[in-house]
C-alpha cells in the first residue's frame, strides 16, 4: 500500500503538524509539497524543518496529491478551499471550516451540486484523554447524556466536543451567554514559560446552549486556558445512570451498585498504526489532571488524515461535512450569545439538516 501523498497549502504554525506528521509516519503519508506565499518563506522552512517547498501553485499541482491540506489562517480557508476543489483536488481543511454561515452554506453547495470531496481535520474527539469518555458515553455508561459542561477547548472545538458528548445530531437551540474580562498573571506561551510577571486582560465567554430535546450544555471558556500553568481545564459529562468528571468516570451498574473508574486514555483499535512510544508512555500514567497535550494533538490530527484514504477510496466520511459545518455554524451562535449579554440567540435551519 503506497502512502497517500498531499500538499499543505499555508506555512503558519498549523500547518507544520501535518508536515511532522509525514515526516513520523513516511510508510502512510508523502508530503509533496509545503505551499508558501513567497520563496524567501518556502527557502527558510525547507532550511528549518527538512521538507520539501515551494511557492509555486502550479508546481503543487503538477505534483498531483491525493489531497490537499489547507491551513491557512482561518479568515481565507473556505476561500482557499474553493481554489483547490477548482483545481479537482480533495481538500482536508484546518478547522473551521468557515466563519460566517454564507461560507458554511457556500462549502455544503460544493459538494451537493458539484461534487467535492470536502472532510475538516476536527481532532479533539481524538485525544486519548478526550475518547476515553466519549467511549464510556457511546457504551452507555452514563445512561442517556442530558448536560454537559464544557471547559476545555474553544469554539468549535468546544461545539464538537459538546456534541459527541451530548450524542447530539441536528436540533433546533436557543443560546444566552456573556463575555467577561479578567486580569491574569501570564505564566506560559506557545514559545516557552513566561516569567517576567506580566499580566493581561483575558476574556472569558460563558453560555448556556438549550437543545430542542431538552439536553442542555455550558460553555465556559478563556484562550488563556490552552497555554497557562494557573488556568486549568474540566469536563462534566451527566446521564441518568453516571457522571464523567475530568478523568473520573462514577455511574450505576445494571446491578445497581456504582463504580467509579480512573478514566485511563483511549485509544481506538483502528488508529494502532500511529501510537508512538510518546503516546503510549503518556497514556499509561494516569493524571487526574485533565491535560491535553502536544503529543495527543499530533496524534489526533494523524487519525484524521489516516481516515482520509477510506474516504478517498470508498467516499466514507468518518468526520462527516455535515457535523463539521454544524460544528462551525454552532460556534457562531456562541460567538453571538457572548456578546448579546443574555439576550437569546436563536438557530436557524441549515441546508445540512436535511
Not at 176 to 203: A, C, H, L, M
Not at 213 to 240: E, L, P, T
Not at 266 to 276: D, F, G, I, M, S
Not at 295 to 319: F, H, N, T
Request: net charge negative.
Amino acid at each position: 500500500m503506497r502512502p497517500l501523498s498531499f500538499i499543505i497549502v499555508g506555512s503558519g504554525f498549523r500547518s507544520l503538524f501535518f508536515a511532522r506528521i509525514a515526516k513520523r509516519y513516511p510508510e502512510l503519508f508523502h508530503l509533496n509539497y509545503l505551499l508558501c506565499r513567497t520563496e524567501e518563506k518556502a527557502e527558510r522552512l525547507a532550511r528549518e524543518q527538512q521538507i520539501p517547498t515551494t511557492a509555486s501553485p502550479e508546481l503543487c499541482q503538477e505534483s498531483s496529491p491525493d489531497f490537499v491540506v489547507v491551513a491557512v489562517g482561518r479568515g481565507d480557508v473556505c476561500t482557499v478551499a474553493k481554489e483547490w476543489i477548482g483545481r479537482g483536488f480533495p481538500v482536508l481543511l484546518e478547522t473551521p471550516a468557515g466563519e460566517t454561515e454564507e461560507e458554511l452554506k457556500e462549502l455544503w453547495e460544493l459538494k451537493e451540486k458539484r461534487g467535492a470531496r470536502i472532510q475538516v481535520a476536527e481532532q479533539y474527539h481524538h485525544y486519548p484523554v478526550m475518547a476515553a469518555g466519549i467511549h464510556a458515553v457511546e457504551l452507555g455508561k452514563l445512561g442517556e447524556p442530558y448536560a454537559v459542561s464544557l471547559s476545555v477547548a474553544h469554539d468549535y472545538h468546544g461545539a464538537s466536543l459538546i456534541r459527541k458528548m451530548l450524542r447530539m445530531g441536528f436540533e433546533p437551540m436557543i443560546l444566552r451567554g456573556s463575555r467577561y474580562t479578567f486580569p491574569v498573571r501570564q505564566t506560559d506561551s506557545r514559545y516557552g514559560p513566561i516569567t517576567d510577571g506580566s499580566i493581561k486582560d483575558q476574556e472569558r465567554d460563558q453560555v448556556t446552549i438549550e437543545f430542542a430535546s431538552g439536553k442542555v450544555a455550558f460553555y465556559d471558556f478563556s484562550s488563556i486556558q490552552y497555554r497557562s500553568f494557573i488556568r486549568s481545564r474540566h469536563v462534566n459529562v451527566r446521564g441518568r445512570d453516571g457522571e464523567w468528571n475530568d478523568t473520573v468516570l462514577r455511574y450505576v451498574k445494571g446491578d445497581f451498585l456504582t463504580v467509579e473508574e480512573k478514566m485511563m486514555p483511549y485509544r481506538a483499535p483502528r488508529y494502532q498504526v500511529l501510537e508512538t512510544e510518546e503516546l503510549k508512555d503518556i497514556c499509561s500514567r494516569w493524571n487526574p489532571i485533565l491535560t491535553l497535550d502536544a503529543v495527543q494533538d499530533e496524534y489526533a490530527i494523524a487519525a484524521m488524515m489516516y481516515d482520509m484514504r477510506e474516504y478517498l477510496e470508498g467516499g466514507k466520511e468518518i468526520y462527516p461535512l455535515a457535523d463539521a459545518l454544524e460544528d462551525a455554524y454552532m460556534f457562531t451562535l456562541i460567538h453571538k450569545a457572548a456578546v448579546c449579554h443574555g439576550d437569546a440567540v436563536v438557530s436557524e435551519e441549515m441546508p445540512w439538516h436535511k
